[in-house]
Nanobody, 121 residues
């Protein structure tokens, strides 16, 4: 059974940092596209960052967030710096068999349960 489990969410003040982790089990995701999405209340789920061999970022987080992966540990990370109140959302890890930097949630095949990030001003 494939599982993606996120951790590292929490509450921080604006300007702070958090590092999210996503550990995959049940299969190896080496060569798959891994993505981080977020969803705020009343809003659609949106891609934050994704990578297969090259990173891709939403404009709203460029220069502040960094996605990385350790395929030996079947783990993907999202380092979030200079956090803003508008970054407040539930953050989800996802895996896709598609290449080319898939941006839509429908392009992803496996999902984690999410971890909450709250940024206060």
């Amino acid at each position: 059974q494939v599982q993606l489990v996120e951790s590292g969410g929490g509450s921080v003040q604006a300007g702070g940092s958090l590092r999210l982790s996503c550990v995959a089990s049940g299969r190896t995701f080496s060569g798959y596209t891994m993505g981080w999405f977020r969803q705020a209340p009343g809003k659609e789920r949106e891609v934050v960052a994704c990578m297969r061999y090259v990173e891709s970022y939403a404009d709203s987080v460029k220069g502040r967030f960094a996605i990385s992966r350790d395929d030996a540990k079947n783990t993907v990370y999202l380092q979030m710096n200079s956090l803003k109140p508008e970054d407040t959302a539930a953050y989800y890890c996802a895996a896709s068999r598609r290449i080319g930097g898939p941006q839509s949630p429908v392009d992803y095949d496996w999902w984690g349960q999410g971890t909450q990030v709250t940024v206060s001003s």
